[in-house]
């Protein structure tokens, strides 16, 4: 059975980093797996933030570009998302996907 865990939430002042982490058990994240952070405000659809995939190409949602960095530890079976600058607006709950799998879900709050 495959689990995602996630990691790496709380609070943080404006300005501030944070990062999230999300371990894979019970399947082998390679490079060739895909990854996906995603993230829900309250009263909002979840909207996507950044993937990785193949080859390491990442892409990443014009609301954090330039701020916020996937990455993945294939030896730790773990994907990351490197926050920085965080701003009031990146407050939600951020949920890693795997394959066809979801975390349960870290909470981040950014206060101004």
């Known amino acids: 059975q495959v689990q995602l865990v996630e990691s790496g939430g709380g609070l943080v002042q404006a300005g501030g980093s944070l990062r999230l982490s999300c371990a894979a058990s019970g399947r082998i994240f390679s490079d060739n797996s895909m990854g996906w952070w995603y993230r829900q405000a309250p009263g909002k659809q979840r909207e996507l933030v950044a993937?990785?995939?193949?080859?390491?190409?990442?892409n990443y949602a014009d609301s954090v570009k330039g701020r916020f960095t996937i990455s993945r530890d294939n030896a730790k079976n773990t994907m990351y998302l490197q926050m920085n600058s965080l701003k009031p607006e990146d407050t939600a709950v951020y949920y890693c996907?795997?394959?066809?799998?979801w975390g349960q879900g870290t909470q981040v709050t950014v206060s101004s």
């Open positions: 993937s990785i995939s193949s080859g390491e190409t990442t």
């Open positions: 996907k795997m394959w066809a799998y």
